[in-house]
């Protein structure tokens, strides 16, 4: 059934021209140049195909469009230049604004919330995740049909007609909203409780999962990728076809692992997102391992990695997880700037500096990574029946084999292993 309030993809057709616009309204300290470059990217991972930005300074934000009479000209000038269909402002807009700026532009305005609705909506990867996006979108525009309504609600008054037919319709397609919801609110819950079945299954596997995680444009798909197509890694076609952004690896002293890439992250997460946010970060929330990837190249780098642990610990991650910094795009800086980054790296244990473009500094981190997921690994004398393929096929699998001899009917085996791994063995 359709209810007329389901996601509109055809407003955001592959390849659509448009226009990115930054509205500083001061108070922030990042840089407005890059402020737009990422606004782009986001814009890009929709489809769409940005042909101009606009970053303005905005002194007295308006009610009406936010942005000043003759800004609102210059953008509907660089819309008709550049044939945009589509102009996306890295703000928060109220329906009203929205509204005026499509009115006065002629072009489908989207706002930040908007966009990232849209970037989760293409980026659930889960059926969790797709109904949480999709409570999250109706409940935003259930908020724009409530507020505009009153909006005009207001107006009509002031000419002294109070009711008429657009009222009735709004009430229809307000409840229309609200059936989904509870549709989808009933149909997440059995999720929920399915995929809680499912997890169990697979934290009784031995598997620790690492999961990538960075702010958007980091470098974490570039990475999971040089990790995943590299000699060291085995890629793993059944989880391939399951999810593509989960990979099963080894690493040295591991022989299986799950490795997870995620959506980008991003400042100022709007907080009625924060569920559908978590449901497409389930791998994240009980990863055994967090590495965190960071454009070290951005100039603001430091406030991007607030931002992200900011947003961890909104969707609930544990301080206590172990996490990893790794340093990206070393191959941008300068010899001055490389030197000085690498001095701090020396320093610490829980970063690692490399360049998932090159691939300069990833086996440091892949050594690193595995160190500290073995860290607690124990070396244990094994005996076992020669003939005991499966227990031999057991260490092999759980813990690294370091020496084997048979010895007439016995085989003697070196291994080191979690003691939690060993206890297991042990009771078999
Ligand atoms: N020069 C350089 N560019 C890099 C490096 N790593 C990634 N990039 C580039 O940075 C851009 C973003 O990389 P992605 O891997 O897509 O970043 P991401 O973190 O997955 O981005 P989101 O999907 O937005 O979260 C791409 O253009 C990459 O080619 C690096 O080490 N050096």
Same mark, same amino acid.
């Given at each position: 059934m359709s209810t007329g309030f389901e996601r509109d993809r055809g407003e955001f057709t592959r390849g659509a021209r448009a226009i990115v616009v930054y509205?500083? !309204? +001061? +108070?922030?300290?990042?840089d407005a140049d890059a402020r737009l470059e990422e606004t782009a990217g986001l814009a890009e991972a929709i489809g769409v195909t940005v042909v101009g930005r606009e970053a303005f300074r905005v002194r007295t934000p308006r009610a009406a469009t936010l942005i000043g009479a003759g800004q609102v000209e210059t953008i509907a000038t660089l819309v008709r230049m550049e044939d945009a269909a589509l102009v996306v402002f890295d703000a928060g807009l109220t329906p009203i604004q929205q509204r005026n700026l499509e009115t006065a532009l002629e072009a489908k305005v989207i706002d930040r919330t908007g966009l990232i609705l849209e970037i989760f909506g293409e980026r659930a990867a889960t059926a969790e995740g797709r109904l949480q996006v999709e409570l999250a979108h109706l409940d935003y525009q259930a908020g724009r049909l409530v507020r505009s309504w009153t909006h005009l609600e207001r107006q009509r008054g002031g000419f002294g007609f !109070?009711? +008429?037919?657009g009222e009735t319709q709004i009430e229809a397609d307000r409840r229309l909203i609200r059936d989904r919801m509870a549709r989808l609110r009933r149909e997440l819950e059995q999720v929920t409780r399915t995929r809680g079945l499912h997890r169990g299954r697979r934290q009784r596997a031995p598997w620790p999962v690492i999961a990538l995680v960075g702010y958007t444009n980091a470098g974490k798909s570039t990475l999971f990728n040089y990790l995943t197509g590299s000699d060291v890694m085995a890629k793993d076609l059944l989880f391939a076809t399951l999810d593509p952004t989960l990979r099963q690896i080894s690493l040295p002293g591991i022989d299986k692992a799950i490795l997870s890439d995620t959506v980008g992250f991003v400042s100022e997460l709007p907080t009625q997102l924060v569920a559908a946010f978590k449901a497409t970060l389930e791998e994240v929330v009980s990863a055994?391992?967090?590495?965190?990837?960071?454009?070290?190249?951005?100039?603001d780098s430091e406030a991007q990695r607030a931002d992200v642990e900011t947003v961890l610990t909104e969707i609930g991650v544990s301080d206590t997880t172990p996490r990893i910094e790794?340093?990206?795009?070393?191959? !941008?800086?300068?010899d001055e700037a490389r030197a000085a980054l690498l001095a701090q790296t020396e320093r610490r244990d829980d970063v690692v500096a490399i360049s998932a473009l090159t691939g300069e500094g990833v086996d440091r981190l892949v050594a690193t990574v595995a160190g500290r997921l073995t860290a607690g690994h124990q070396r244990y004398t094994i005996t076992l029946d020669a003939a005991d393929g499966a227990g031999a096929a057991w260490l092999h699998q759980h813990g690294e084999v370091l020496d084997q001899e048979i010895d007439g009917e016995r085989a003697i085996y070196e291994v080191r292993m979690a003691p939690r791994d060993y206890e297991r063995f042990l009771t078999r």
């Open positions: 509205p500083d !309204l +001061g +108070g922030s300290s990042r !109070l009711g +008429g037919p055994d391992m967090l590495i965190h990837v960071r454009d070290v190249a951005h100039p790794a340093w990206n795009k070393l191959d !941008l800086l300068d």
